[in-house]
T-cell receptor
Framework: DVKVTQSSRYLVKRTGEKVFLECVQD?????MFWYRQDPGLGLRLIYF???????EKGDIPEGYSVSREKKERFSLILESASTNQTSMYLC?????????????FGPGTRLTVL | GEDVEQSLFLSVREGDSSVINCTYT??????LYWYKQEPGAGLQLLTY?????DMKQDQRLTVLLNKKDKHLSLRIADTQTGDSAIYFC????????????FGTGTSLTVIP
């Protein structure tokens, strides 16, 4: 069974704090993704990584950075959290090439920025 | 990039069939997927269809793909209250390193 785990289910932070969201997968997948999910907007891609130390901007990278030091771990960093970053954050992983082996998702982290 | 669109809400009565629709813009999509998200949870793959197929059936689920109209649908037969969830369609491409494009999600409510 593929497992994608995220460090927290719920997180509450204050404006201006630095926030780390961690994601770990155990399937040796090359690709890892960070999305945010907001009502009526679906999933929006923040960043993705197709290899260790590689990263690519998604559709909404502003205000975020990422780190991939090891293949199994992909971190999302909010350098200075703002209230408009209150959202559900979903991490996913997949093999490099499109296939029926799809993206596997973690349970999500609901972040509230006060 | 790809644009994937879905209607936001659907209500059906328990026992009826549900049909959730999705349109996409890029005809070079390789795979098309349906995901289910239950409250408070991540996304779970329900089924997928390869772009050279027209239909796929998996128990109560039927996926129809109309490549000409770039239209994908998910039919759930005999809908149950446990089917209440948000359903996302998604597409992926050979050339994109397996980047996925998701729709906005359709919230299905099943009325007992």
């Amino acid at each position: 069974d593929v497992k994608v785990t995220q460090s927290s289910r719920y997180l509450v932070k204050r404006t201006g704090e630095k926030v780390f969201l961690e994601c770990v997968q155990d399937m040796d997948h090359e690709n890892m993704f960070w999305y945010r999910q907001d009502p009526g907007l679906g999933l929006r891609l923040i960043y993705f990584s197709y290899d260790v130390k590689m990263k690519e901007k998604g559709d909404i990278p502003e205000g975020y950075s990422v780190s991939r030091e090891k293949k199994e771990r992909f971190s999302l960093i909010l350098e200075s959290a703002s209230t408009n970053q209150t959202s559900m954050y979903l991490c996913a992983s997949s093999l490099l090439a499109p296939s029926t082996d799809t993206q596997y998702f973690g349970p999500g982290t609901r972040l509230t920025v006060l | 990039g790809e644009d994937v669109e879905q209607s936001l809400f659907l209500s059906v009565r328990e026992g009826d069939s549900s049909v959730i629709n999705c349109t996409y813009t890029d005809s070079s999509s390789t795979y098309l997927y349906w995901y289910k998200q239950e409250p408070g949870a991540g996304l779970q793959l329900l089924t997928y269809i390869f772009s050279n197929m027209d239909m796929k059936q998996d128990q109560r689920l039927t996926v129809l793909l109309n490549k000409k109209d770039k239209h994908l649908s998910l039919r759930i037969a005999d809908t149950q209250t446990g089917d209440s969830a948000i359903y996302f369609c998604a597409s992926s491409f050979v050339c994109s390193g397996n980047q996925f494009y998701f729709g906005t999600g359709t919230s299905l409510t099943v009325i007992p």
